[in-house]
């Protein structure tokens, strides 16, 4: 909680759990917009099980600031919020990436924890989902995959970040609670292109960011890759959506992609002493070039999710009565009262 206590009640982005001292990082009063509106869900259900309120009410001064936010283009965020102003910095640049992605999964997720009773959270996210197909949507040469780009200052950019493969099982999962279903077939799109993302690099492990081809040139893949973008930190954004549609579709084919992924990790990233590594080169399988790390999120989300994917048991944490927090912690729907 200490880190509330700033002039705008934006969190700031740090917090010493021993101290109990809260302060923005070195080089910024700013905090990332992902940071301070990916932490509701679990806000909201800390003060269901305890009854103390502070908890979900401090978490949602903050969703309900941003909603009353200029700046915004069609409902996309830029990705910085400064902690004493209350307002957006570095404005007119727009990702789904890194420190923005979760702040659009976290307005679907908290709509669907709250039974679906929160209009204001299902129109902001719907409006987000219009503003990426108005200015974020493209189509790959030579196969048409469709990605989300990046937008500065107006110009498009075809970059897209491994972290933007959360979207297509973010888009799924609101279409099955009743949005609409031509979320579904965007969904779908992407999550083809994640699997191309993996499938045309020499290890079969996406890169950490891809720059796609928009003109069509011989010879030329859809996917390039800048040399200091090549490393695969064990990110799980990929298998997450892969589960998704697979619980929400029952093709098999998404089974089939996990199971290839799964392969790739144990042949170019698995330790013989145990464990699994970052690797700094996914287009070098004789060389793939481990970095001695395992983030925490490999165990907690990516074989959580291939566990999940691989499971027939619909009924294995469903998708109706569990929703999962960023991290891939289930957190129960509420019953209606």
Request: with cysteine.
């Amino acid at each position: 909680m200490p880190a509330f206590q700033t002039p705008s009640k934006i969190p700031y982005s740090d917090v010493n759990i021993g101290t109990g001292v809260a302060h923005p990082p070195r080089w910024t009063s700013d905090s990332t917009v992902a940071e301070v509106t990916s932490i509701q869900l679990e806000f909201r259900e800390l003060s269901r099980l305890t009854g103390v309120k502070k908890f979900q009410d401090a978490a949602e001064e903050v969703v309900r600031h941003i909603h009353s936010l200029s700046g915004k283009k069609d409902g996309l965020v830029p990705m910085f919020i400064n902690t004493h102003s209350g307002l957006f910095t570095h404005m007119g640049v727009f990702t789904l990436g890194a420190r923005a992605d979760s702040y659009y999964e976290y307005l679907l997720k908290q709509w669907i924890q709250g039974g679906k009773k929160e209009t204001q959270l299902r129109e902001d996210y719907l409006e987000a989902i219009e503003g990426i197909k108005r200015h974020l949507l493209r189509k790959s040469e030579p196969g048409k995959l469709t990605f989300v780009g990046e937008l500065a200052h107006g110009r498009f950019s075809p970059k897209m970040d491994h972290l933007v493969c959360f979207l297509p099982g973010t888009l799924a999962l609101g279409a099955h609670h009743g949005l609409p279903a031509d979320h579904m077939e965007l969904a779908r799109a992407l999550m083809d292109t994640c699997y191309q993302m993996n499938r045309q690099m020499e290890t079969g492990l996406s890169p950490e960011i891809v720059h796609f081809n928009l003109y069509p040139q011989k010879a030329q893949k859809d996917v390039q890759v800048k040399p200091a973008d090549r490393h695969n930190l064990l990110r799980p954004e990929t298998v997450e959506s892969l589960f998704y549609l697979y619980r929400f579709t029952g093709d098999r084919k998404y089974q089939d992609w996990g199971w290839e992924l799964l392969q790739s990790f144990n042949t170019y990233t698995r330790v013989p002493s145990g464990g699994y590594s970052s690797i700094s080169n996914v287009q070098d399988p004789r060389s793939p070039q481990p970095r001695d790390k395992m983030e925490s999120f490999f165990l907690g989300e990516t074989l959580k999710y291939l566990y999940l994917l691989f499971s027939d048991d619909p009924d294995l944490l469903s998708l109706d009565a569990y929703v999962f927090n960023t991290e891939a912690h289930p957190l129960p729907i509420w019953a209606p009262a």
